[in-house]
């Protein structure tokens, strides 16, 4: 029961959140039906734990699109990539049939989907100095078993450039600097 009521609560707003990426004139449309971005992770983590994996993506896509710096979106896209990659291997061996093909493209383009994603999350761990360790931990375990970190690339330098450190400092003084009409 609690199942039918997170998807038709996320059937309500999940296609404003696919529309308001794709077009800025949306946007404010789109925010008065989406939920905060915080109660979209716990949405996330909670269709993952009912199984609905594609759902869940979709949610996750949509709030790397918003903010790309968080690391729990980070962790749970590679998570989800990997409980998405088990379950296919699961259901085949469940079924005793060899592995198509298609299969194994598909289960390949899964691992390194999860492992591409948990190596940003690791990365961006390290450089916004997070202290949640279990999901480091865990990170660190899921790399293992989808052979390891990826291997750094050029767009990774680009993301470091843009990088600025976030203040508590810099947000009071823009909000005590009087406004101009």
């Known amino acids: 029961e609690g ?42 983590k909670l269709l993952i734990e009912c199984e609905e994996y594609e759902m869940a993506v979709d949610v996750l896509e949509g709030l790397l699109e918003e903010d790309d710096e968080v690391v729990q979106v980070w962790y749970l896209s590679g998570w989800v990539c990997y409980l998405q990659w088990e379950k296919a291997k699961e259901q ?53 078993e989808l052979g390891g970190d990826m291997e750094p690339q050029e767009e990774d330098e680009a993301l470091d450039d843009d990088y600025e450190p976030c203040s508590d400092e810099d947000e009071n003084s823009d909000a005590e600097a009087p406004m101009e009409h």
Not at 5 to 28: D, I, R
């Open 92 to 144: 085949q061996e469940a079924e005793g049939r060899e592995v198509t093909g298609q299969e194994k493209e598909e289960w390949e383009a899964l691992q390194e989907a999860a492992r591409s994603y948990l190596t940003n999350a690791k990365k961006l761990y390290s450089k916004l100095r997070c202290d949640d360790k279990p999901m480091l931990e865990h990170t660190e375990q899921l790399l293992g």
């Open 3 to 44: 199942k039918e009521y997170l998807l038709k609560s996320v059937g309500t707003w999940l296609p404003a959140q696919k529309q308001s990426t794709s077009s800025s004139s949306a946007e404010e449309d789109a925010q008065k039906v989406i939920p905060p971005y915080e109660s979209r992770i716990t949405t996330a």
